[in-house]
Structure formats: C-alpha cells, structure tokens
C-alpha cells in the first residue's frame, strides 16, 4: 500500500482563522495503530479529527492511516462547457480528465470471532451524498448556479467513489463514506458534534 507522504506535505491543512472548517495535524497517542508517518496525521473537519481519536484509542482499530492512498478517477464534468463549444461528444472518455482522489482513512477492524475487515473511509456530510434536485425553470439565477454547482460536486464525488470502490474491490478491502449520522452512532464519546 502506497502512503501517500508526498500528497501530503504538499496539502497541507488550512489553519488559518479564515479556515471554512477545523483542521491540522492529529496527535497520535498510540502510534504502532498507524501506518505512516505519524507527523502527518492530517485532519481536514472537525468530524475527521473525532474519527482521528477514535481510530487511535479504539481497541477495534488494529491499524489505520490518514489520506493514506491516491487513485485515478475520470471526472466527466469539468470540459462540459468545452465539449459544447467544440462540438465534442461529452460521453467520450476521450474528453474526460484524469484526476487524482485521496480518500480520508484506512482502517483495519477486528470485527470480532477472528473476522478483521480492511476498509477505506471518506468523511462526508448527508447533504453532499443527496442528488441536488433542479431549481424551477423560471427560478433566480442565483438558484440556478447554486445547483449547477451542487450538481458538479454530486457528479464528481459519485465518479471518486466508484473509482475508490473498484480499488477497494481489487485490493480485499471495502469502500465506505461516513456521514455525521454514522459516525454518531459508530464513534459515540469521541463525536465532537455540528461543524464540519
């Protein structure tokens, strides 16, 4: 499994007060549980930094890593426009861009009877994984370009994920995004609650 060191101290977190989200370097306290260099321990939400805590003190957590890995994906969305101007088919991979995903976690689990399961896990709130539904024809363009852009970063995450999927399918481990309701149940005391 590549770790994905370099991707890393080049995307650095978002620090700043003008940070649309808590992030930063996760403290590990346990660190024979992570794979990788435990100075780049990288949370991006605050829900990411509460899984971080749970991956480390969890007794069911054998193993785990941060944005451990990057896998290819063709987005179909980005040359639209292009593909319109030019006459092109927007179907044809040909007219795709090759881009990069790097999913949030890894983590082995011991399931328990001598069952442990290998997963890769993405941190996303509910909202993102619901097919915005389109605005009204006669609705303000600020509406309009509001779902255009909801739509593109559903269509983005579904091709990420199915890459992701496949990848998992191919290396015996599974693909799983989280949302806010899963990690309240699955974390419990480590949840740390409303901000992304």
Known sequence: ????????????????????????????QN??????????????????????????????ILRWSSEPIRIPYYDRVSKLEECK??????NNPKNWTVKYYNTDFWIEVDK???????MFVEIKP???????????????LKEQRRFNILAKEYLINEAKYAAMNAWAE??????????????????GRFWAGNNS
Not at 32 to 40: A, C, E, F, Q
Not at 85 to 90: A, E, Q, S, T
Not at 126 to 137: A, D, F, T, V
């Open 1 to 28: 499994m590549a770790f994905n060191e370099s991707y890393k101290r080049w995307h650095k977190p978002d620090q700043s007060q003008n940070a649309r989200t808590k992030q930063g370097y996760y403290k590990v």
């Open 85 to 90: 101007r030019n006459g092109l088919d927007p």
């Open 126 to 140: 509910s909202s993102k994984l619901r097919k915005p539904i389109p605005p009204n024809i006669n609705a303000p």
């Open 112 to 118: 328990g009877g001598g069952e442990i399961q290998k």
């Open 170 to 187: 191919k290396n015996n481990s599974k693909f799983y995004v989280f949302t806010e309701l899963t990690l309240q149940k699955l974390i």
């Open 31 to 60: 660190p024979k549980k992570y794979i990788g260099p435990s100075d780049l321990v990288i949370f991006r939400s605050s829900w990411e930094h509460s899984f971080c805590r749970w991956c480390d003190f969890s007794p069911s």
